[in-house]
């Protein structure tokens, strides 16, 4: 088949929140999309329903689950008999949850890093010589208490470690053809079970920006880092309204 005449982003748990933002604007940014959900059915359908009606044939929707190994070179590759190229892959899904210490199992650990650190290698792994091909860009959604521990997430915060590792490897390994980044959000979205409002007054009190980012942020800074920002890789963008200074 004849490739895509436009680039191609493959986008990783893009059917809500953070994930819907940054593939609505890739595709604003003239990107074709490959949107994986695992569960989030009708939200992905709408999202891809919204994007279709706005340019015709430019979305593909990958349902698996990414702690099911052979999914992660599946998805590549159905991306590829779509579209024909691969220029950028997000790492954006991601399993979050508390750990305390002397409760944690070996299964919350696997959870944790299936979602975090090992789906995003063996995605960038299938997906590296398509990107090289086309000289394209990874992206890897970290968070800043990959550097700085979040009390009783000491697994989550181990796995985000280990993607901000992951990025400053892969950059070296796949450079010159693939650039390979990273952001660390700070506070972009509250959890969805998050309702507490003296934590969250108190965290924005620590926040020097003194306000939550916004999702459209976050998907600019990726559209940034894909397309703009050629002679940057191995790096971690701190998207945190400065948080970590304080």
Known sequence: MNASPRPVALVTGAARRLGAAIARGLHAAGYDLALHYRSSAAPMQALAGELEAARGGSVLTLQADLAEFDRLPELVARTIGRFGRLDALVNNASGFGPTPLGTVTPAQWDILFA???RAPFFLAQAA???LAAANGAIVNMTDIHAAKPLRDHTVYCMAKA???MATKSLALELAPDVRVNAIAPGAILWPEDETDDE???ALL?????ARTGTPEEV???V???LRDATYCTGQVLRLDGGRLLA
């Open 199 to 201: 934590r969250r007054a």
């Open 115 to 117: 979602s975090n650190a």
């Open 128 to 130: 590296a010589p398509h």
């Open 219 to 221: 998907a600019e800074a």
């Open 205 to 209: 009190a620590r926040t020097p920006l």
């Open 223 to 225: 559209r940034w880092l």
């Open 162 to 164: 280990a993607l901000e």
